[in-house]
């Protein structure tokens, strides 16, 4: 064993004594800004010496004493790029950046195409977050090697932090292109397509990465995200699925699956299947909303009701259940009912916005305006900018012909902390046709229509403005359409009619 050893490293020695007799000068040498020239070159055995038991640390993982080597090599041998790029190498793995700097500099100042130098030096400008640096360095690289894998994909990640997310992209797509094994590229390029919503094209990435690797778990995640977020349900669901089958026990992988059942219309498989997820998770309530979408969605409204109301008693701190049971009970017309169950999960948890604005309507509906006005002020008191307290505040003063001035303040304000919203542009437009200015009404109703232009409401607006303008017949086309959107109004019927 002692003899293989040897071997070993006098093999080692060897190579290495080739490598320092092309770059290694005397001692007696200062150091020069030209390139050193092979028949100047004088060798130093303890300058090699040195360079070889810091090679040999340096193998060892043992950085500090690979270091003083090196030193001691530098010391005996001064015109040496190897022996420079050594030492930038290790104070690069020892974080000491400034220092790595300045020897690798030395080791280019001698060595002005030294590749290994020159690739340090791009690390040591990317950690030092000096990015134009270091691309300028990785592409002198590839213009020499440009299949470094390592170097392309240090440029994609500038091109990231940069912002050039297209060039990002780019370079992922060629990294795999040339090299079918580069699996984490392909993953890169399918996360940059994720997050600039080109879904569909991401998907095929993500559907080929699963291909080579079933298993994994956060691939056939978010590749069930993307078929929801194309509506691809039945994708969705055989990707859950199989999720299931790899993590039996995961309770939220079982929720996202029955939230996505609950929208489709396989009535007997589906309601046995979220029967069965409530049986083996009985404590997550999420599993019971789920049943009860399922119902909501069949219009089989009280049956939903019915397991709702009985959770209620099994999980009292849960906000949802009681908005949703308000919810459905506005849906079939009772606002009694419906501001209890608001009510109640206001209750439960104050900040449950949503709950708040819908109570507030159903007061709205029950004319009960003090209580509804009385709720927007303390919801705009709380939080002044509240954009969806303005607008609903206004509109429904609009609705009711008072307090005008208010409204649009309110409303304005919504508009200019988020311009661009539909719904705010046309509280503002009704705001205004209530307080008679028709010109300055249609002007935001129509802005409106730019953004939502299949809003049933926003088109009878308009046609309500155009109307009091005495533009009838443009009015009558607006209606039509609001109509065709809204088959059963008998109110847009009868202003057709006129």
């Not at 190579?15 to 000068?25: E, P, T």
Request: glycine content about 2%; charged content about 25%; proline content about 3%.
């Amino acid at each position: 064993m002692k003899l293989k050893v040897k071997y070993i490293i006098n093999v080692f020695f060897f190579f290495s004594l080739l490598v320092l007799l092309s770059q290694c000068a005397g001692s007696k040498e200062f150091a020069s800004s030209k390139p050193v020239k092979e028949e100047n070159k004088i060798y130093d055995s303890m300058a090699i010496h040195h360079f070889m038991n810091g090679e040999i640390y340096s193998l060892r993982g043992n950085y500090p004493m690979a270091l003083i080597e090196y030193q001691d090599a530098v010391r005996l041998d001064s015109i040496s790029p190897t022996l420079y790029y050594s030492l930038g190498k290790t104070y690069l793995i020892l974080d000491k950046l400034d220092n790595s700097l300045s020897n690798l500099n030395m080791a280019l100042s001698l060595d002005p195409e030294y590749i290994d130098a020159i690739e340090s030096r791009a690390e040591v400008y990317f950690l030092q977050n000096k990015l134009n640096e270091a691309e300028i360095e990785y592409n002198r690289i590839i213009s020499k090697i440009p299949d470094n894998i390592n170097v392309q994909y240090r440029l994609a990640s500038i091109y990231i932090q940069t912002g050039r997310i297209q060039e990002a992209l780019t370079a992922y797509e060629n990294i795999f292109k040339n090299d079918n094994s580069q699996f984490l590229a392909l993953e890169k390029a399918a996360e940059i397509l994720f997050i600039s919503k080109n879904f569909s094209k991401s998907a095929t990435y993500y559907d080929f990465l699963i291909q080579f690797n079933p298993q994994n778990i956060e691939y056939l995640k978010t590749r069930a995200d993307l078929a929801i977020l194309t509506n691809d349900l039945q994708k969705a669901i055989a990707v859950y699925t199989r999720l299931i089958s790899l993590q039996p026990d995961d309770e939220k992988i079982h929720e996202n699956l029955g939230e996505i059942l609950s929208r489709t219309s396989k009535e007997d498989e589906t309601k046995n299947l979220l029967l069965s997820f409530i049986k083996k998770f009985p404590q997550n309530p999420k599993n019971y909303i789920n049943l009860s979408y399922f119902y909501i969605n069949k219009n089989e409204y009280q049956e939903a009701i019915n397991i709702l109301k009985t959770q209620i008693i099994e999980f009292p701190t849960n906000t949802e259940i009681p908005a949703i049971i308000g919810s459905i009970y506005s849906t079939i017309n009772k606002p009694i009912l419906a501001a209890t169950y608001f009510k109640k999960a206001v209750e439960i948890f104050p900040d449950n916005l949503q709950a708040s604005y819908l109570l507030a309507g159903e007061w709205e509906k029950m004319k009960k305006f003090d209580q509804a006005d009385s709720l927007y002020n303390y919801l705009i008191e709380k939080n002044p900018e509240d954009v969806v307290a303005l607008n609903n505040f206004a509109y429904s003063l609009a609705q009711r012909g008072t307090n005008l001035k208010k409204a649009e303040q309110m409303v304005q304000k919504a508009n200019t902390l988020q311009p661009d919203n539909a719904s705010y542009l046309d509280t503002m437009g009704w705001v205004l046709y209530k307080s008679g200015k028709y010109e300055e009404a249609e002007r935001y109703v129509r802005e409106a229509l730019e953004f939502e232009n299949q809003n049933a409401e926003i088109l009878e607006h308009l046609g309500d403005i155009l109307n009091k303008s005495n533009k009838i017949e443009q009015a009558k086309e607006f209606y039509k359409q609001a109509l065709e959107l809204d088959q059963d109004n008998e109110i847009l019927k009868q202003k057709i009619k006129q």
